[in-house]
């Protein structure tokens, strides 16, 4: 089993910056990859990052969407179990519950939502215009 704590929320200007913390707790394997969703009120569940280590380099790789490409970066501490999401240049559509996603089974890219099996409670971000 995996637990995921997320913390770092809050409410922020437009043009701001924020950063997310994930702490992993449990079994290592089910969490090789991880990765950072977000939904607002009324809409679906959206990917915005994901990470897992490349299985020949051990590099970490990256994904994230269109949406916050340039803006958000994901990554990984993994001698403290720690995923993080660096947020900048925020906007008031990025304001949504941040949720922080594990699986043990890794996939490239950002899959869907369906696809991690343990997540954590949330951490609301709130973008004023």
């Known amino acids: 089993q995996v637990q995921l704590v997320e913390s770092g929320g809050g409410s922020v200007q437009a043009g701001g910056s924020l950063t997310l913390s994930c702490a992993a707790s449990g079994n290592n394997l089910l969490s090789r990859c991880m990765a950072w969703f977000r939904q607002a009120p009324g809409k679906e569940r959206e990917g915005v990052a994901a990470?897992?280590?490349?299985?020949?380099?051990?590099?970490?790789?990256?994904s994230v969407s269109d949406s916050v490409k340039g803006r958000f970066t994901i990554s990984r501490d993994n001698e403290k179990n720690t995923l993080y999401l660096q947020m900048n240049s925020l906007k008031p559509e990025d304001t949504a519950m941040y949720y922080c996603a594990a699986t043990g089974i890794c996939m490239g890219g950002i899959r869907p939502s369906t696809t991690y099996h343990y997540w954590g409670q949330g951490t609301q971000v709130t973008v004023s215009s």
């Open positions: 990470i897992r280590v490349d299985g020949l380099t051990t590099d970490s790789v990256t």
